[in-house]
């Protein structure tokens, strides 16, 4: 079964919860509109349609949109060497979407992970902590509006607490910043 | 006179029942132990909180995250050439394998992923595969030191630093490669570089067999690995392992066959598979591994378009002047070149809105890369899938019913690096 014929089982399973599968650079994606059915989705593309290997899960925020969030599931299936790609929204107020945990265990560290990150919860994952930052860290650094630098916190002992010594440094650009002098924070005026 | 003997390998939960049913009446106080971040045998700073019975681990929780540099957000403010660097420095034990994981990764968002130039596919493959004897080597050779054979880390050390040595001469640096560029290469490579390649395999090869001669049927070294840290086809695969430590429980994938990149079809090596899934068969699929690694150089070197020398001026570049960088000469004496430069640098490559995943068969495993694009030459979000990290994720699972002193020979065995895990 390739790629396409799965998200078309997908699509006829699911009807309107699921949109219509694209296409680019050969990867297959579809969407699912409401992110409260991933499990099912997840368990009947385990079940059935053979995608027994997931790959990795991921997460994107469309900072200043709605839904802010897209969750991104990327599934393969060993036997049939095809791969899928499912995608689901995910809103800032809500921020919790169901475990895919009791599918693939390798679920476990990669909620954690964006949990960590960006502060999506998942709802029925047994052990939801804090992966790569440290317990009791108080922001979601990879969402948009973390400053590259990071930010002080008033915690006290929490390792160092000042911003990194990364802004204005050499190489950081920022993204959509105009043209290349407004991009390049090495670049100062003479009257400064 | 052959005898048979039935051997009964037992899961890690039943292990643990058993162990505490042994050990029923002097069952006593469970002990915690913190083994981490800097501890020799954690290969990095991976920490692990164990749970102890006596000497018998009843709970293992692995703690990561001690060498975290926030890559993926670094990427959303820089551009794609501008990360190059930054993979140098994820499995820095194969910088070269993950240059070029990556800039397939954003040349399969271009689309130009299967238009690169057949020289610059074949140095690639050989960087991916020097990198990979090089990490296996390593890998192989703290894991024996872990487990008491010192020796085995000095000869392998020696191969390493050969492999070092034309990592230099390619890219003109060991570790911090940077080598791949999008579209291309930094350079070609120098006109002896293939001959180098040729002696080193050459010498390699005698140290390989010294290598295994003191492990393979080393009576210590098999006793210490056999039968421990077992993991089956079907966890393998919940846990989503790859690389050897997928195919070391008997699953024949591999992405270089079953999703063949670069010019893999062309080239002829076969998959090393595991029985058992236990720490000697990691072993022993590694030990293969680098032996195919070097089947495939062999092949390389004589099939390389241009040849050693590059007597025939085989490009390694696509001649597209909206992807890879013009020369020198050019960029001076017209126009169009110079704007092209000035474009590709101020601006970084143009690629079209969308979103690629790329899965590219590292020596630790499947290195992801997966590019969300809005367009313009910065990515939106890139996540960094990391073998490392995934492969770590078994050892709550591994570890209970094992005794203290084989946490390092998993440990060995499962092989990761914590800067690709921690990112």
């Known amino acids: 079964m390739t790629a396409l014929e799965s998200a078309n089982q997908l699509k006829a399973k699911f009807g309107d919860l699921v949109t219509e599968p694209t296409e680019f650079r050969g990867e297959i994606s579809l969407g699912l509109t409401d992110a409260e059915k991933i499990f099912e989705v997840a368990g009947f593309a385990k079940q059935t349609l053979g995608f027994d290997f997931l790959v990795d899960i991921t997460s994107v925020d469309n900072y200043g949109e709605d839904p802010r969030w897209t969750v991104v599931y990327h599934l393969r299936s060993m036997t049939a060497n095809t791969e899928l790609r499912i995608k689901t929204n995910v809103s800032e107020e809500k921020s919790e979407l169901p475990s895919v945990l009791p599918v693939w265990r390798s679920a476990n560290w990669h909620e954690r992970e964006i949990y960590d990150m960006m502060g999506i919860r998942f709802s029925g994952h047994p052990d939801l902590r804090r992966i790569l930052m440290w317990e009791g860290y108080p922001y979601y650094p990879l969402r948009k509006d973390f400053p590259l630098a990071g930010k002080p916190t008033d915690l006290p002992n929490v390792a160092f607490t000042k911003p990194a010594p990364l802004e204005g440094g050499p190489f950081v650009t920022v993204a959509g910043g105009g043209d290349s002098i407004g991009r390049e924070p090495r670049v100062r005026n003479p009257e400064e | ?423």
């Open chain 2, 1 to 423: 006179m052959s005898s048979v003997q039935e051997i009964e390998i037992r899961d890690s939960a039943a292990r643990a029942a058993q162990a505490a049913d042994e050990l029923q009446d002097v069952q006593g106080e469970r002990m915690v132990l913190n083994m981490g971040p800097s501890h020799p045998a954690t290969h990095g700073v991976l920490r692990i909180v164990l749970e102890l019975d006596g000497e018998v681990i009843t709970k293992a929780d692995p703690d990561v995250g001690y060498l975290h540099r926030g890559d993926e957000k670094i990427a959303e403010n820089m551009t794609y050439t501008q990360f190059i660097p930054y993979t140098d420095r994820l499995d820095y034990l194969a910088p070269l394998a993950n240059n070029v994981a990556y800039t397939l990764a954003v040349e399969k968002l271009l689309g130009v992923h299967d238009k690169l130039t057949p020289r610059c596919q074949y140095i690639r493959v050989m960087c991916c595969e020097l990198a990979r004897i090089s990490a296996h080597l390593l890998g192989l050779g703290a894991f024996a030191m872990d487990t008491g054979a010192v020796t085995v880390f000095l000869l392998t050390f020696t191969e390493r630093e050969k492999i070092y040595n034309l990592a230099e001469a390619a890219s003109g640096a060991r570790l911090t490669t940077s080598y791949t560029r999008i579209g291309g290469l930094l350079r070609d490579v120098p006109p002896n570089w293939c001959d180098q390649v040729r002696q080193f395999l050459k010498e390699f090869a005698v140290a390989l067999a010294e290598a295994e001669t003191l492990l393979t049927r080393n009576r210590i070294w098999v006793d210490r690995l056999r039968d421990l840290g077992v993991v089956s086809k079907e966890m393998a695969i919940d846990y989503g392992l790859s690389g050897p430590n997928l195919r070391g429980s008997g699953v024949e994938y591999d992405l270089r066959k079953n999703q063949p990149y670069l010019c893999y079809k062309d080239l002829q090596f076969d998959i090393p598979v595991g029985s058992v899934g236990d720490c000697y068969d990691r072993y022993l699929v590694r030990m293969e591994e680098m032996r195919q690694s070097m089947r495939i150089l062999a092949q390389c070197v004589d099939k390389i378009p241009g040849g050693g020398a590059n007597a025939s001026k085989e490009p390694v570049n696509i001649p597209d002047g909206k992807i890879t960088l013009p020369s020198k000469q050019k960029v001076l004496s017209s126009m169009e070149e110079l704007i092209h430069q000035f474009m590709l640098v101020t601006e970084g490559v143009n690629c079209p809105p969308g979103e690629v995943y790329f899965g590219h068969e590292n020596p630790k495993g499947e290195l992801g890369f997966y590019i969300n694009s809005r367009g313009g030459g910065v990515p939106y979000r890139l996540k960094i899938r990391a073998p490392s990290f995934v492969n770590l994720s078994i050892l709550g699972e591994l570890m209970p019913g094992c005794m203290i002193s084989d946490v390092p020979v998993i440990l060995g065995s499962l092989d990761f690096v914590m800067g690709e895990s921690d990112r």
